[in-house]
């Protein structure tokens, strides 16, 4: 069965405290349990992680080359910061999609730039939990339509 690596950074352990209005009442293991539903429907296993260390989600990225099908990320502030992040991501011949759970572009001007972005063949943002699971959908589409 087919693995899609999905990889939370910073602070999204906190998912259910932090402003609701921009992330949504829930938790990071509700998002899982959605996301980890999504994917049995389609046929899909995932590795859902999430850490709040640059270096730690550069790692996973390394060890994921060659052995998911592919990976949605939402790398959190890491995204407006991280080129490590992005050269990670760079190695990847796995489709990238990017997740946020607000839309960082309708909020502060320091949320506006994304490392990941040119890399995403798609971006889903400011659905809250639900973006997630779009993610899996979106992915799943792509994947299946590679040989
Ligand atoms: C999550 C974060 O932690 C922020 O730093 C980003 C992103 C936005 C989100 O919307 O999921 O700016």
Redesign the pocket.
Known sequence: MKKILILN????NMLGL?DPA??GTQTLADIKALCQAKAKELGFKIDFRQSNHEGELVDWIQAARGKVAGIII?A??Y??TSLAIHDALELLDEPIIE??????EQ?EEF?RFSYITRLAATVI?GKKAAGYVEAVETLSTLIGKKP
Request: glycine share 10%.
């Open positions: 950074g910073p602070n999204l932090r921009q992330y939402n959190g502030a995204t407006h997740v946020h759970l607000s839309d960082p909020r949320r943002k």
